[in-house]
């Protein structure tokens, strides 16, 4: 997927350092060349062996070095990157980006650089949160460095909060999605809806089901990878928000046909989100208490999203796409949807409890469209997610050579 592309990798001394390996080794999978540059720092954490080893080239560090600057110069090194990344971007790295300082090799090919800089920040959630790291990463923002993350959560001091470096993983999604290997959906807005609703009963409960929002979030990266300008809106998960893309975050069902309404016009709308067919009349605005005899509630019937969306008018996305979550008679009941809803595309899946669908990596569909029904074999929802991104291509490829 990133076959060619050339990515300048900056690894600063942090404790998370070591997951540059993996990203190192993940880049390389996906067909992009890496360089990397260490600062003298970095070399405490991981060592220019394991780096050079897994990069297959050559690992810089030294300003001043005469064999280096013979070989690659600072400028070279930065106009033949298609991009530079720097992680772990720690309080003082991005403290001298800020005030354009040039002490080494790294700041050096930063401050000459041309390019588009990625910087995931990594360091103490007391250093994150201070003012001074605060307005450094507004100036950077300011200047067009994308910042990505940081994460929250258990840090090598033992402490707890934000200023984790993000997953392998999502700093990979953004590499491409800033690269924009693939721009076959470029200049075309999609909505994806994603994940559970929740209805409320009362303050602390409520109605929900076990959607976990991995195929939505899965199919909205897949779609913004190819260019489209996408939105997600997403019911409660804990799934991480796709990078590029722009997430809404929701409870209800109502909300969230707000929220989808508020985002028209789009080319495209995939509902993948699980969405509660009821919600209750009247909820409580205290804590519901045992007294006895349980409490009766009585069930009103949620606005339908996907029919919503499907109804013919200017607003209508030129494709939409629904989800038919089922437990028996699969490609049945995923047919009748198709025909009810008024949709163009039905993507039904046995969600029966031997299954495992809901929070698992994997899924099985059957892709329902008028003109016939394919049974995909079983496959991870990312895989699933790019071959359906794949459809939609050819959808608009189709109808571009029509125009």
């Known amino acids: 997927m990133l076959k ?16 540059c390996l993996d990203l190192i080794r993940n880049l390389r999978e996906q067909g992009a060349r890496v360089r990397c540059v260490m600062t003298k720092s970095a070399n405490k954490f991981i060592t220019k062996l394991s780096v050079s080893a897994l990069s297959g080239e050559k690992v810089y560090s030294d300003l001043f070095s005469l064999t280096d600057e013979n070989e690659m110069g600072h400028i070279q090194l930065s106009r033949e990157s298609d991009i530079l990344v720097v992680a772990p971007a720690t309080a003082n790295i991005l403290a001298r980006m800020a005030q354009g300082l040039a002490d080494d090799l790294a700041t050096t090919v930063l401050l000459a650089t041309n390019k588009k800089v990625l910087v995931a920040p990594s360091m103490n959630n007391r250093m994150w949160t201070h003012q001074a790291t605060q307005q450094n990463i507004a100036i950077l923002k300011e200047r067009g460095i994308s910042v990505l993350g940081p994460g929250s959560g258990e840090m090598a001091c033992g402490e707890h909060g934000e200023g984790r470096m993000l997953e392998t993983q999502e700093i990979l999604e953004a590499i491409k999605l ?18 559970p609703t929740h209805e409320p009963i009362d303050p602390v409960r409520y109605l929900g089901n076990r959607s976990s929002g991995k195929q939505g979030h899965a199919i909205a990266t897949a779609i913004a990878r190819l260019g489209a300008e996408t ?16 997430v809404i975050h929701v409870e209800t069902a109502q909300e ?44 009103i019937e949620n606005p339908d999203i996907l029919k919503t969306l499907s109804q013919p008018g200017n607003k209508r996305p030129r494709l939409v796409i629904g989800f038919a979550a089922e437990t028996e008679n699969i490609i049945v009941k995923g047919t009748q949807k198709l025909s009810s809803k008024g949709c163009d595309w039905i993507i039904a899946n046995d969600v029966s409890p031997n299954k495992k ?17 394919e049974s995909w074999p079983k496959m991870s929802k990312q895989k699933i997610a790019t071959k359906l991104a794949e459809r939609i291509v050819e959808v608009f490829a189709t109808s571009k050579a029509a125009e």
């Open 256 to 299: 969230m046909l707000t929220a989808c309404k508020n985002s028209l016009p789009t080319d495209i709308a995939i509902c993948a989100a699980a969405v509660a067919d009821w919600r209750f009349e009247k909820k409580s605005k205290i804590k519901l208490k045992k007294k006895g005899q349980p409490p009766t509630l009585s069930l």
């Open 231 to 246: 939105t997600l809106v997403t019911g409660p998960t804990n799934e991480p928000e796709p990078w590029g893309v722009q």
């Open 4 to 19: 060619d592309k050339r990515v300048l990798l900056i690894i600063s001394g942090g404790i998370a350092a070591y997951k």
């Open 178 to 195: 800033e690269l924009k290997y693939d721009s076959q959906l470029f200049g075309l807005r999609a909505l994806v809806t994603s994940g």
């Open 357 to 373: 669908t809901f929070g698992n990596i994997n899924n099985t569909i059957n892709f329902i469209t008028s003109g016939g029904i």
